[in-house]
């Protein structure tokens, strides 16, 4: 049972499957992700829940089953499943935005050039990005910090800037994995707030994969997998 | 007792025993740490290969004895010389990488409790055995390569049988590159903490300073005004020209971090594209190792002009008789050390790419899920190579040619094939370090190709 937001989905799963081997992976998954909606993906080691985010996010591609992306610019929704690898690199870049666990920034650049290689990935100019990461940086309390190399960053403060470059292309979909398991307990609440505001009214999707319960209980619904097949999908304590 | 238990209690009875076993568990076949230590191994038989060849080349010149013979190997002394540095270079870049891919399972034997001194152990052990094979194979490559190599004329002859190194040079090779290894090993272990939770990892960027440039600009001054002064012994004379030779060296050492820094700073104000921006960043974040790498290339270039133009010069005054083939010979001899210290330099580059490209693994794989082109990682990585191996062939070349600019201006002016030439071999050289760092392309593929599967 679903018990997602009503109104048209973003983005659309359906039926996927994914095998390593002899390893299942995904067994026939299908979901729905819907704008304004924060979903926490949970389940134990091994259950298939990262293979279900880089499918979503078309970083594999399943072995059956469709993810179409809706409401983009040309009115026609993409299935990710049948774009071949350059043009799902191109909608990584223009419609997702993704925070790993280690915020896995470049070391060698600056806060803020972190942030406005997302833009300039996209054509931006340099200083037009430059401008809008810092932009972005202080929205999420790290004003005038965007010169500091990542190695002089906490690493809340180092995942606010994975959060700012999640973001700052105007992302409709952020996807994050693990983006609390590096934290103390007060850092991650502060890393889930900005998450959550940063789709909150703003039309955007957030998927949370975690194995933490106290993570997954910041998001409006709660899907669990196990064995590579949804078994539950629960509105979460946040809704 | 058996000959097998008097050296079981030998072993066991050895401080190293503890480090012997653990090393031998961690590398024995079938393990991954074996999987991981065909890289290193492969860059020490790329090693001794070169070594090999280089030694075998020189010590041909053996075989004449006579006076001119005697001038040829002190020539080919002086180009052994020069190929030390690059050989050293590429010889670290082999022990590093083998240490980085010991990294992980070091910082767990630490945890489990291993003391800092076994950890030591195991690490040259390791280092050791991988030299030792990866020679073993380089060994290998110097006999493949012979028969190529024995083709190149000297004195109006090729090289021939006289190219073949004694055995006993062959284990003294080997045993050079293993003990290359275990010292580069124990330098890299100084330079790291492997603490229990993993290897340290540094926050702050070098910075170099601008003195460099000053100091620099002093010793080329001094260097010209003794180049300038009557001198009248011709000892004295050498000994100037040697003294130049020499500051001319010490000037790029000294200029050459500096030099590297403005250029990526320079680039990094102009950086448009994502590439332009990393690969500027990366030679800012660590500008002296990126002088290191392409160090060698300095002596070389610098060399290569001062004798290139020397010969050049030369070859024009002189007329029929055995001198011709002095001067050829040394002009081909100019070509082998520069594409020799080429080839090591883009060696080294490959090796520190491939260990570099496999230590960012999960960096460059979390750029590629955020839509960034395999070909811009690839641009950016490339381009922090290649911009400081222009930048140091181009001011290598400029030095030495304002140092001797009386000889350099006539060798162009007069033998302008010849200077052609020399540029082009150094242009060769700047496309074999590319070459070297496409080769690790593949590294790349199969790190991002890993989500994949």
Not at chain 1, 121 to 130: D, K, S
Not at chain 1, 199 to 223: F, K, Q, Y
Not at chain 2, 355 to 376: C, F, I, K, N, W
Request: with cysteine.
């Amino acid at each position: 049972m679903s018990t997602s937001l009503p109104g048209a989905p973003l983005l659309a799963a359906a039926n996927l499957t994914k095998s390593y081997g002899n390893s299942t992976a995904l067994a026939g998954v299908s979901l729905q992700v819907r704008p304004g909606e924060a979903t926490a993906v949970m389940g134990a080691s091994g259950s298939g829940k990262t293979t279900l985010l880089h499918c979503l996010a078309g970083i594999i591609l399943p072995d059956t089953g469709s993810v179409r992306l809706l409401g983009t610019a040309s009115d026609v929704p993409a299935e990710i499943t049948s774009l071949d690898d350059a043009a799902r690199s191109a909608l990584r870049r223009t419609e997702f935005g993704f925070v790993f666990q280690q915020g896995l920034l470049i070391p060698e650049l600056t806060a803020g050039e972190n942030v406005a290689l997302a833009l300039m990935l996209n054509g931006t100019p340099r200083q037009v990005a430059e401008q809008q990461a810092a932009a972005a940086l202080a929205a999420l309390g790290l004003g005038g910090m965007e010169g500091r190399r990542i190695g002089e960053l906490s690493g809340g403060q180092a995942q606010r800037v994975a959060i700012a470059r999640a973001q700052v292309n105007g992302a409709r979909v952020l996807f994050a994995d693990e983006p609390t398991g590096a934290l103390d307990s007060r850092t991650s609440a502060d890393v889930m707030a900005l998450l959550l505001q940063s789709v909150a009214g703003t039309g955007r999707a957030l998927v949370v994969v975690t194995h933490d319960p106290e993570v997954a209980r910041w998001c409006s619904r709660v899907v669990t997998l196990a064995d590579g097949q949804i078994v539950a999908d629960t509105a979460g304590v946040a809704r | 007792m058996s000959a097998s238990a008097v050296v079981a209690r030998a072993v066991d009875s050895s401080p190293w025993a503890v480090p012997l076993r653990l090393t031998w568990l961690l590398n024995r076949p079938g393990t991954s740490g074996s999987a991981a230590a065909i890289l290193p191994a492969a860059s020490f038989a790329v090693v001794t290969t070169l070594l090999l060849t280089v030694l075998a080349g020189a010590l041909s010149f053996t075989q004449w004895g006579d006076d001119e013979g005697n001038l040829y190997l002190l020539l080919a002394a002086f180009a052994l010389i020069l190929l030390v540095l690059p050989l050293l270079t590429l010889g670290g870049s082999a022990a590093r990488l083998s240490a980085r891919r010991r990294d992980e399972h070091l910082s767990t034997l630490r945890l489990l409790g291993a003391s800092a001194r076994t950890v030591r152990q195991v690490t040259v052990l390791e280092a050791a055995a991988q030299a030792f094979a990866g020679a073993l194979a380089g060994v290998l490559g110097y006999v493949v390569f012979a028969p190529f190599v024995q083709l190149i004329h000297f004195r109006g002859a090729p090289l021939g049988s006289a190219y073949w190194l004694h055995p006993a040079a062959a284990v003294v090779g080997v045993a050079a590159v293993v003990a290359l290894a275990v010292v580069s090993s124990v330098i890299s272990l100084r330079r790291v903490v492997i603490s229990p939770l993993g290897v340290r990892t540094r926050a702050d960027a070098q910075k170099v300073h601008w003195s460099r440039a000053g100091i620099a600009v002093l010793i080329v001054v001094l260097c010209v005004a003794a180049l300038l002064t009557p001198v009248g012994a011709a000892a004295l004379a050498l000994a100037v020209l040697f003294g130049a030779f020499a500051g001319g060296l010490a000037v790029l050492n000294l200029v050459g971090p500096w030099l590297v820094t403005v250029s990526a700073k320079r680039r990094l104000r102009r950086a448009a594209t994502p590439q332009a921006l990393l690969a500027a960043r990366i030679v800012l974040d660590a500008p002296k190792a990126a002088w290191r790498q392409v160090s060698a290339l300095s002596m070389v270039c610098f060399t290569a002009v001062v004798a290139g133009a020397g010969a050049a010069l030369l070859q024009t005054a002189q007329s029929e008789g055995p001198e011709d083939f002095l001067l050829q010979d040394v002009m081909t001899g100019v070509f082998i050390t520069v594409i020799a210290g080429f080839l090591m330099v883009a060696c080294s580059a490959g090796i520190n790419q491939a260990a570099t490209v496999l230590d960012r693994a999960e960096l460059y794989r979390s750029m590629h899920r955020m839509g960034m082109p395999r070909e811009v990682i690839d641009a950016a990585r490339t381009g922090a190579v290649m911009q400081p191996v222009v930048l140091v062939s181009a001011a290598s070349a400029a030095v030495s040619a304002v140092l001797l600019f009386p000889v350099t201006g006539a060798a162009i002016l007069f033998n302008p094939v010849a200077m052609a030439f020399l540029a082009g071999c150094v242009v060769v050289g700047i496309l074999l370090v590319r070459a070297g760092l496409a080769a690790t392309s593949p590294v790349l593929t199969s790190v991002l190709e890993r989500d994949v599967q």
